[in-house]
């Protein structure tokens, strides 16, 4: 803690030094410079080869395109995460931008920390998750309900008699990375899931320590098919390449989690679920735009109110998926959005 409070007193006496802080006209809640509303979007990492910036982007520049008078910057912040506070500082502090988007769990507290520096600055921030500052919204999707689909999908996977199935009864979660809603959302719904099906799987969990290695996602993949697991769900950012390759190698599965990508490794991703960010990012930035964003709420997006989805109606998916285990997701699917099954995020 006190290693963080003297990075952020270095970004404030920096921010002083450069007069951004004491000698920038501070944007008051309603004004907007040249009547112009102008939009950054942070992108913390990059965009190429990343579907969900990619879709944030995308749904930010079709809201931009719609309404005259409208700027947006695209930024793009570098898989180094102990610059993203410096970055949105920065960029909070020219005073240029109505409003910044981002998307990632760690942006709330980050931009939680800028705006105290930056009151009038408002952020709208996807797939995280703080409530009660007046300056920040958050749209979060429930990442419990994602990966629990994820998870009963697999779990069908390594009970059938598929040719790249065998009887351990194992599957895999590869992650770039461990973080909060990892260990909290996405290996509990996840494991639910595959439980739901059969008490007995077990899940091989790995993590690459980065998004981009994908021959460090590869290997980890090859040890876990070697032990038995014959479907990974991958969340590794660039690093999900390596999952693919070497299950095309040992004749595996690959499942994916925020896009659908059956035509990538036709054969190979068998499954996916989905989420509606660029639907989420264009929606959400109309509102912006209009003065009716509710700052200070965060929004959790769910299953029942179609903001996530299983990909069950992909050629590829029905190609490769026989039609009991097709049937069995429509029938989980159903049990989401009826109520009949109920999973909360948690909030930490």
């Given at each position: 803690?006190?290693?963080?409070s003297?990075?952020y007193?270095?970004?404030?006496?920096?921010?002083?030094?450069?007069?951004?802080?004491?000698?920038?006209?501070?944007?008051?809640?309603?004004?907007?410079?040249?009547?112009?509303?102008?939009?950054?979007?942070?992108?913390?990492?990059?965009?190429?080869?990343?579907?969900?910036?990619e879709?944030?982007?995308e749904?930010?520049?079709?809201?931009?395109?719609?309404?005259?008078?409208r700027?947006?910057?695209?930024?793009?912040?570098?898989?180094?995460?102990?610059?993203?506070?410096?970055?949105?500082?920065?960029?909070?502090?020219?005073?240029?931008?109505?409003?910044?988007?981002?998307?990632?769990?760690?942006?709330?507290?980050?931009?939680?920390?800028?705006?105290?520096?930056?009151?009038n600055?408002k952020?709208?921030?996807?797939?995280?998750?703080?409530?009660?500052?007046?300056?920040?919204?958050?749209f979060?999707?429930?990442?419990?309900?994602?990966?629990?689909?994820?998870?009963?999908?697999?779990?069908?996977?390594?009970?059938?008699?598929?040719?790249?199935?065998?009887?351990?009864?194992?599957?895999?979660?590869?992650?770039?990375?461990?973080?909060?809603?990892?260990?909290?959302?996405?290996?509990?719904?996840?494991?639910?899931?595959?439980?739901?099906?059969?008490?007995?799987?077990?899940?091989?969990?790995?993590?690459?320590g980065?998004?981009?290695?994908?021959?460090?996602?590869?290997?980890l993949?090859m040890?876990m098919?070697?032990?038995?697991?014959?479907?990974?769900?991958?969340?590794a950012?660039?690093?999900?390449?390596?999952?693919?390759t070497?299950?095309?190698?040992?004749?595996?599965?690959?499942?994916?989690?925020?896009?659908?990508?059956?035509?990538?490794?036709?054969?190979?991703?068998?499954g996916?679920?989905?989420?509606?960010?660029?639907?989420?990012?264009?929606?959400?930035?109309?509102?912006?735009?209009?003065?009716?964003?509710?700052?200070?709420?965060?929004?959790?997006?769910?299953v029942k109110?179609?903001?996530?989805?299983?990909?069950?109606?992909?050629?590829?998916?029905?190609?490769n998926?026989?039609?009991?285990?097709?049937?069995?997701?429509?029938?989980?699917?159903?049990?989401?959005?009826s109520?009949?099954?109920?999973?909360?995020?948690?909030v930490?």
């Open positions: 803690m006190a290693v963080k003297l990075y007193s270095l970004i404030v006496m920096f921010l002083l030094t450069l007069g951004l802080v004491s000698c920038t006209k501070e944007k008051s809640d309603t004004e907007n410079t040249n009547d112009i509303y102008s939009i950054a979007v942070f992108v913390p990492g990059v965009i190429a080869g990343s579907p969900t910036y879709m944030m982007a749904g930010a520049q079709r809201a931009v395109n719609e309404v005259d008078g700027e947006l910057k695209i930024i793009e912040g570098g898989y180094n995460q102990g610059e993203w506070l410096e970055k949105i500082t920065v960029l909070a502090s020219s005073n240029e931008y109505d409003l910044i988007v981002s998307t990632n769990p760690a942006m709330p507290a980050i931009c939680n920390e800028v705006s105290k520096l930056f009151p600055q952020f709208f921030l996807l797939d995280g998750f703080l409530e009660g500052n007046k300056s920040i919204y958050t979060r999707y429930n990442q419990v309900e994602q990966s629990f689909l994820n998870g009963y999908f697999a779990g069908l996977i390594t009970s059938s008699k598929m040719d790249g199935a065998n009887t351990d009864l194992k599957i895999g979660l590869i992650a770039g990375q461990e973080y909060p809603d990892m260990v909290k959302a996405i290996l509990p719904g996840f494991t639910a899931g595959a439980e739901n099906v059969n008490s007995s799987i077990s899940v091989d969990f790995r993590i690459v980065n998004w981009y290695d994908a021959e460090k996602a590869r290997s993949s040890s098919f070697n032990s038995g697991v014959d479907i990974i769900l991958t969340i950012g660039g690093a999900n390449q390596g999952v693919i070497a299950a095309r190698e040992m004749g595996k599965y690959v499942l994916m989690y925020d896009v659908s990508a059956y035509d990538d490794a036709p054969g190979i991703i068998i996916s679920t989905e989420i509606k960010q660029e639907r989420a990012a264009y929606e959400k930035i109309k509102l912006a735009i209009a003065g009716k964003m509710n700052f200070g709420t965060a929004e959790i997006a769910t109110d179609g903001w996530i989805s299983f990909d069950n109606k992909h050629p590829l998916y029905l190609k998926i026989s039609a009991d285990i097709n049937s069995r997701m429509e029938e989980i699917i159903s049990e989401l959005v109520g009949k099954i109920s999973l909360k995020m948690p930490y």
